[in-house]
């Protein structure tokens, strides 16, 4: 079976689950109110079109992420959501063949813009991937590794803060703080990956982008990484890619619905998932095509 499909559950579950959720939850932050100010809108995408070769793989994306949220992007196999979210911290720039047309900004600077640094721009916008990646060092050194580049700590002291207060952050702390001098790569799969979330809060990014960060996981480490994720937005934006709908459901309060390359509708999760407007979006959500 596809592995897209395996994930799929009818839209009444899912519409359980958005109202079960804020049942359980009384005290769940709630979406800004129609009276209240627009929020803000900390990345955007206009006219956005990537090519690979020949190949055209976006075309003409419009996609606004607010600030402090969880936007999620989904769709079937090779729509495209991986390609969109490497736009946003210029990672395609890396790959051969590459090209890209249109609009991408962090607070309404164009990040494609030549006076803008690279470098400076991925502390900006950190992400997180498929596969847990540490770096083959100490747990410690893993954490320290971004804030030593770009000299955020001032003394040792002041890097020992940067990395505890990230793998507390990151839920990671108590399970690892005996042992910091281990290499990271001797965790277990959900523990690598929050030290990957460890390691990219470090250098304090204003956005966190993540690429299907809970696929190589079990469904305990699973679910640790949605409650952190959920946790995580009080203080960043994040941009997530899952081709599992029930953790989009879980974890975002904006969907974004991906298809050959198109984006084919967005609107808050719980609109997507409970009354789709375009057929695509119905038809890949009640698991009619993956
Ligand atoms: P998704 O993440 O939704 O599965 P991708 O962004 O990986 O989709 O891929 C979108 C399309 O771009 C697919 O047709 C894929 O084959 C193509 N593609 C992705 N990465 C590359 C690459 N490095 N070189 C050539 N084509 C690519
Ligand atoms: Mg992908």
């Known amino acids: 079976m596809n592995r897209e499909a395996a994930n799929i559950s009818e839209p009444n579950l899912l519409k359980n689950q958005i109202a079960g959720t804020r049942a359980q939850n009384p005290d769940a932050r709630e979406e800004p109110s129609a009276q209240s100010a627009e929020p803000n809108i900390k990345m955007s995408t206009k006219g956005l079109k990537v090519f690979y070769g020949d190949k055209q793989a976006l075309f003409d994306i419009a996609l606004d992420m607010e600030e402090k949220s969880v936007t999620a992007l989904i769709g079937p196999s090779g729509c495209g959501k991986s390609t969109f979210l490497r736009c946003l911290n210029r990672m395609n720039d890396t790959i051969d063949g590459c090209a890209i047309d249109g609009n991408v900004t962090i607070d309404g600077q164009d990040i494609y813009d030549s006076v803008l640094d690279v470098v400076e721009l991925r502390a900006r916008i950190g992400m997180v991937f498929q596969k847990p990646n540490p770096f083959p ?9 971004g804030p030593r580049i770009h000299g955020l700590a001032h003394n040792q002291k002041d890097l020992n803060s940067i990395v505890r207060g990230s793998l507390e952050r990151a839920g990671l702390l108590k399970e690892v703080e005996d042992r910091l001098d281990e290499p990271g ?34 469904p305990i480490a699973t679910a640790h990484i949605e409650e952190l994720i959920d946790e995580l937005r009080t203080n960043f934006t994040i941009v997530i890619v899952t081709h599992n709908m029930q953790q989009a459901a879980r974890v975002s309060q904006k969907t974004a619905f991906f298809h050959l390359g198109k984006l084919v509708e967005t609107n808050t999760t719980e609109e997507i998932f409970t009354s789709p407007r375009d057929e695509r979006t119905q038809g890949y959500i009640t698991g009619r095509y993956g």
């Not at 410690?140 to 590794?145: I, L, R, T």
């Open 185 to 218: 790569t001797g965790l277990s799969g959900g523990q690598q990956q929050r030290l990957c979330i460890a390691r990219a809060i470090a250098v304090s990014p204003e956005v966190i982008l993540m690429d299907e960060p809970c696929s190589a996981l079990d």
């Open 137 to 145: 060092k100490s747990i410690y050194d893993n954490v320290a590794y």
